[in-house]
């Protein structure tokens, strides 16, 4: 249960009060001085959403130590400035597989999100769209690829989990599906051999298919404000799967999702790995990789990119922090694929850290829902800028004018594992 993001900074500051952004509306004032971090974010979103919706982001697999420890590791890993640096033309850009994005993070695929907001995809593809930040939609998000690739536009990825029923003929159509829409890059699942419990979700009921019980309807109406979002955007609903099921009600898109944990769903095999690989014309990731063999593996297999996480704590709690096992990956592979980072990271400081260890780009989950809670589909922009605004004020203050030399930091880690 403890996170970083609950660690608020001290009351009296170490340093000059910051300066009012120059053309900033009364309103976008007023709120940056209520949430100057993401704790503030999450710890108003705590009060304005359901406590299902809350629990349904913030928990973790078991009693939430991998959470914890994904904070802690990266919170222990320190950066060496350094001065005397003109550093006026600090470039937060980066490029991957052959496109530009304004700023070295980006959003991290997230099924059902609208639990914690209803509508939540719509507004982070927009905003991902706005920001020039990479954007995946999750094969089991509320809206299709196809509505979210009309607002993320360029910005589009997509990632895959396994649908093992009749030989992936609905795996194979859903990633012909996000090609056609335009997805730029395929992000495959890896870490997710089954759902796990994540005991906050049990006590709250959020199991499928959803049923209203009292104690859910009063968690409804006594937070208007998700209320009302909720009446404009409706329940969550498996989107994807909707063209394959007779009369897709909420309720018969739900059987079809579990028929397809209880036909083996899970992890894809490495044989699988290739013939998705083989099938989409352009960059593919692994995502949820931990061991440098792993990586290995899908290089030698002709994968592009691989996207170190551990789920955010969500899957199983005794995994490493992934941000220990980061330069390790990088190691292994260098130059020979693009490494990705995401879990734990809260802050454009994390950014700038996942950065240092070898990461090109970092992504981040519940950080979005926790702005989109807190303040509605604005929430999504909010921290995005949040984010811009955080990196590029850490990398001046270590003294580095690209995130290409993010990894020429000097730094201690002392989790790092060694393999
Ligand atoms: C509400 C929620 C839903 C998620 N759904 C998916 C999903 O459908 N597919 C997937 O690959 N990862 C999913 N994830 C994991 C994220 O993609 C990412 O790995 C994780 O959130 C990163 O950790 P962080 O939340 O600490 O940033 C989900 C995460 C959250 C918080």
Known sequence: MDDRTRVAPPLTPTVAPMTRPAGAS????????????????????????????????????????????????????????????DDDACNMEVELFGRRYAAPFGVAPMGMPGVVWPGAEKY????????????????VASST????????????????????QED???GFDLVKRAQAAGAHVLAITMDVPLRTKRPREVRRGLVLPFRLDARTVWDVISHPAWLVAYREHGLPRFANYARYVENPTPDRLAAFSQRSDQSGGGAFSWDEVKRYRDLWRGPV????????????????????????????????EGLPASIDVLPAIAA?????ATVLFDSGVRSGLDVVRA????????????????GLGAIGGEGADYVIDLFKEEVRDSMRQVGIKTVAQAPTIARRHPGAWQF
Do not use: C
């Open 124 to 139: 982070l593809a927009r905003a991902a769209q706005r920001a020039r930040v990479p954007y995946t939609a999750g094969t």
């Open 145 to 164: 690829v196809e509505e979210l690739a009309a607002l993320a536009g360029d910005m589009l990825w997509f990632q895959l989990y396994r649908i093992s």
């Open 26 to 85: 009364a309103k976008a004032l007023a709120r940056r001085r209520r949430f100057p971090t993401l704790f503030y974010l999450r710890q108003h979103a705590r009060r304005r959403i359901p406590k299902f919706g809350f629990d349904a982001t913030d928990g973790g697999a078991g009693t939430d130590r991998g959470i914890a420890r994904n904070a802690a590791a990266l919170d222990a890993i320190e950066l060496m400035p350094r001065y005397g640096v």
């Open 285 to 316: 990731v692994l995502k949820g990789i931990m061991h440098p063999q792993d990586a290995a593996k899908a290089v030698s297999l002709g994968i592009d990119g691989i996207q170190v996480s551990n789920h955010g704590g969500r899957q199983v």
């Open 168 to 170: 992936h003929r609905y």
């Open 355 to 370: 950065l240092a260890l070898g990461a090109k780009a970092a992504f981040a989950g519940k950080a979005f829902l926790y």
């Open 332 to 336: 292994e592979v260098g130059a020979r």
